[in-house]
């Protein structure tokens, strides 16, 4: 498997997102996003049809998913570090440091989140956050690491109840995002990336 930009990309919402059947062949997405299936689906060049189902986590009640069979994919997966059963056990992704920022950019669509507000405390205070969210301690210590390594900034993880939280503030966040929105028409979660502009 050849990495690119966009597979990379992809692995990322595989990472938070997706999931490996235990059958050795078959991957699936799920997303309360359609942008982000048919992304992930045109990235991919998947002609498999987008599936909907309901949930109660999500206040609309759907979820859109997409699920396609391929053993070479498949196995590639399991060599870079993604298993079947990956929610708590997930650990490292082995990811080219070329393509960690999309990597991360995909990561940040699957099962991060930004949020930015004026703290009235002090005046012109603009307040920004960047964080990222997995059940798995392991998976979370090494994003950190990687994107200490990667971007020189450290952000702080946090466990609340059952997930960790990988977070960093204003100065982090602008250095972060400008890495991970590095040039324009990049693939991502639209609605996201709109915010962090706006």
């Not at 992704?93 to 507000?117: E, M």
């Amino acid at each position: 498997m050849k990495w690119t930009a966009d597979l990379a990309y992809c692995i990322g919402l595989i990472t938070t997102d997706g999931s490996l059947s235990i059958d050795g062949r078959h991957i699936n997405l799920t997303s309360k996003d359609l942008d982000q299936i048919t992304t992930f689906a045109s990235l991919l060049h998947l002609k498999n049809k987008i599936g909907r189902k309901k949930s109660s986590y999500n206040p609309q009640g759907i979820y859109y998913q997409i699920q396609f069979g391929d053993v070479q994919f498949y196995r590639f997966l399991l060599s870079i570090g993604i298993t079947p059963n990956k929610t708590k056990s997930l650990g490292s992704i082995d990811i080219p440091p070329k393509y960690f920022a999309d990597f991360l950019r995909g990561h940040l669509d699957g099962d991060g989140f930004t949020y930015s507000y004026w703290d009235k405390r002090w005046k012109n205070s603009f307040m920004l956050y960047t964080g990222f969210i997995s059940a798995s301690k392991d998976h979370i210590s090494w994003l950190q690491d990687q994107i200490m390594k990667t971007f020189l900034i450290k952000g702080v993880i946090s466990f609340n109840r059952t997930v960790y939280r990988l977070m960093y503030a204003k100065k982090s966040s602008l250095i972060l995002l400008n890495k991970l929105y590095y040039k324009d028409d990049l693939p991502c979660l639209k609605r996201k990336s709109f915010k962090i502009k706006q």
